[in-house]
DNA sequence: ACCTGAACACCGTTCAAGT
DNA sequence: ACCTGAACACCGTTCAAGT
């Protein structure tokens, strides 16, 4: 049963072969052929590849938002933020260069844009203005997206030069001075742990803002 | 003088190329058409498509570290990284794509990363720890990259649908309800005036660091 | 040392033709 | 309605050959 194509098995083969094989490996043909079919064959179902690729990314913030309707509203906008802002990073770490390839696209889908609206609510009711509340979602999505993009990027596998991302072979690689960059570079820990530090500055900086 | 190509000239009219046309139409026979030279010819002087790509990445980072290099130092924390944060967002401005085409990437220049050396100095001379200044300056780069990345996707010159993001559009195609969401958009304002005030929010977060 | 001309394998996309 | 086969224009890259 090579049959039965349709646009959501075609989105979900292409975010696998993303995850498999990389951006650049991401082609028409390649895609096709992993699901049993010529290449033409995926023009019957989806206008062009920038549209597959915009099928991809309202995928993934459709996952973002159902993740985001099982979090407790209740529980206060501190509590609120940080469980979104978990959220975003862990569905843009379930995909190779996901930071990159996912945010900021325009989605092909108004539930995406809509489900803002209880963030807002939960904000404002918090005691945010409406313009301070949107400020804040739009802060922790950048902060969010920033963060995973470098994140992303130090954990790539890579062909060349893996000695550059050793502390010894970085070290050695700066050159003299620089020792504060060599020294902070040694205390580096976790991402998991410096994505919560720096989420709770930011944080603490709307928290300021209900002063 | 068609010749004299260089690997300056080759990376500069790499640039031009980009800002004009965009990355896709970033092509190697573009570029050599546009230096008035064949194809093969560039190939004398940088090894793939790839290398060039970390050679603009380097240059755009270059240019940050020079504007950085003319800050006044003295001016306390806070206005130094706020400087800093407006000179990342304008250099990434200058090009188009230019942060989510130059965030993250590997540099082939180990200067650029030691340039970050002053900057640890001043912040722990301001009684940030060590490895609380290197969270801030990675926290201010993850929100200016995620920050420019949403205003340059924001802002790009779209052939379709281009009703959906002016405001009686926009409400329309969000369709019943999200009342917030469209209030919201309708107090968004300049850029500039958005950026200035998250930044504020983010150096209150790390100011909270310092009691 | 630096560049050209021709070629290779591959890409996104179209389109007539099959079922 | 859904898919194939063949084709088109274009891509990054290589390489012998020119100067």
Redesign the interface.
Known sequence: MAKGITRERIVAAALDLLNDKGMDALTVRALASRLGVGAPALYWHVRNKQELLDEMSTFVMRRVIQALSEIDPGAGWRDAMAAYARVLRSEYLKHRDGA?IF????FSD?SV??A??PW??SL?GAGFS??E????I??I???????V??E??RNRP?DDDPE?YSLEGRDE???E?????K??GH??DDGDQ?FE??L???????A??LR
């Open positions: 990159r945010s900021g696209t325009r108004p844009v809509t803002k609206d807002l609510e404002t409406l313009a509340a949107d400020d804040a739009d802060l999505t950048a902060f969010v997206v920033g963060f993009i470098e992303q990027e890579r550059r690689w700066l050159g001075g620089a020792d504060l960059v020294a902070a205390l580096r410096r530090r720096q709770g500055v930011v944080l603490d900086g709307l300021a803002r």
